[in-house]
């Protein structure tokens, strides 16, 4: 297309978006690089280039947040399409001290692309039940997660979130006062113990 208008192009950027996972970054070579063969192959003489920054930054930063309020919700209320637990069970939608107008930003513009973990110890069989994740604006914007199978939990209690380093620490919303998250800096003994050598 770009020869029809005597465009000479030799670059071709195929973007970014591509999440810290290594699974979504081996299904995105596993689409892209067939084409890329077919439309320009080697000699083409295309210089081909990524953006992969979120793929580096995202396992940098792992999000904790904690839950604010819950509230039943009864199982024929819910929206077509939600997966449900039998019918005699609840539902739940939690609310969490972090949302898109914070951490969660870029819920707005894109699939979150991670899964909660739930850090409290529950017995392997405990139910699962039909749950929403929800940030404390009550925004209708501010939905996490529609549809994803928790344990009941309750206030105060903490779900983490991995692979939260792209663009979920923007300077938080003046909506509502809320303020940035505190960050705390993790490192395991094994590598402390290489830096401490390496320093010394």
């Not at 110890?121 to 209708?140: I, M, N, R, V």
């Given at each position: 297309m770009a020869g029809e208008f005597g465009l000479t192009m030799?670059?071709?950027?195929?973007?970014?978006?591509?999440?810290?996972?290594?699974?979504?970054?081996?299904?995105?070579?596993?689409?892209?690089?067939?084409?890329?063969?077919?439309?320009?192959?080697?000699?083409?003489?295309?210089?081909?280039?990524?953006?992969?920054g979120s793929y580096y930054v995202s396992s940098a930063f792992t999000l904790a947040v904690?839950?604010?309020?819950?509230?039943?919700?009864?199982?024929?209320?819910?929206?077509?399409?939600?997966?449900?637990?039998?019918?005699?069970e609840p539902a739940f939608m939690y609310f969490m001290n972090g949302g898109v107008y914070g951490s969660f930003a870029s819920k707005l513009f894109e699939d979150l692309n991670t899964f909660p973990e739930v850090p409290k110890k529950y017995k392997q069989d405990e139910p699962l039940f039909t749950s929403s994740l929800w940030g404390p604006s009550c925004d209708e914007l501010d939905q996490i997660m529609e549809n994803c199978l928790l344990p009941?939990?309750?206030?105060?209690?903490?779900?983490?979130?991995?692979?939260?380093?792209?663009?979920?620490?923007?300077?938080?919303?003046a909506f509502n006062d809320f303020q940035r998250p505190a960050i705390y800096y993790m490192m395991s003994f094994s590598n402390w113990s290489e830096i401490t050598l390496v320093n010394f």
């Amino acid at each position: 297309m770009a020869g029809e208008f005597g465009l000479t192009m030799n670059m071709l950027d195929i973007g970014g978006g591509f999440t810290g996972t290594a699974f979504q970054l081996e299904e995105v070579n596993h689409v892209i690089s067939p084409v890329l063969d077919v439309y320009f192959p080697e000699g083409s003489g295309i210089k081909i280039i990524s953006e992969p920054g979120s793929y580096y930054v995202s396992s940098a930063f792992t999000l904790a947040v904690n839950i604010i309020a819950k509230k039943v919700v009864e199982n024929d209320k819910l929206s077509c399409g939600v997966e449900k637990t039998r019918s005699d069970e609840p539902a739940f939608m939690y609310f969490m001290n972090g949302g898109v107008y914070g951490s969660f930003a870029s819920k707005l513009f894109e699939d979150l692309n991670t899964f909660p973990e739930v850090p409290k110890k529950y017995k392997q069989d405990e139910p699962l039940f039909t749950s929403s994740l929800w940030g404390p604006s009550c925004d209708e914007l501010d939905q996490i997660m529609e549809n994803c199978l928790l344990p009941e939990l309750n206030e105060g209690d903490w779900l983490i979130f991995d692979n939260m380093g792209a663009d979920s620490f923007h300077d938080p919303s003046a909506f509502n006062d809320f303020q940035r998250p505190a960050i705390y800096y993790m490192m395991s003994f094994s590598n402390w113990s290489e830096i401490t050598l390496v320093n010394f």
